[in-house]
């Protein structure tokens, strides 16, 4: 049995980036993986584009407010 690997990505306002970073994370070989993405409050549509993906193991967390860089990163990690 393979150890499941969590993989964060925190995320504000990086709509434009953020599938190759989801796409970099399902092309990868390793079969026990989960993605959180930790939206800080973002504007732009990052909800709308991790819901395009129908994956399971794609996880999609939004702040009420902006945390802020290192706020958003801690909230993910905990």
Excluded: C, H, W
Excluded at 55 to 74: A, H, M, Q, S
């Amino acid at each position: 049995m393979f150890e499941k690997v969590t993989v964060q990505i925190p995320t504000y306002n990086q709509q434009k980036y953020l599938a190759r970073a989801i796409d970099s994370v399902l092309m990868q070989d390793y079969p026990n993986l989960e993605i959180i993405v930790s939206d800080d409050n973002s504007t732009d549509d990052t909800a709308g584009l991790v819901r395009t993906y129908k994956d399971e193991r794609i996880k999609y967390f939004k702040n009420e407010k902006n945390l802020g860089r290192v706020g958003n990163y801690r909230k993910s990690l905990y």
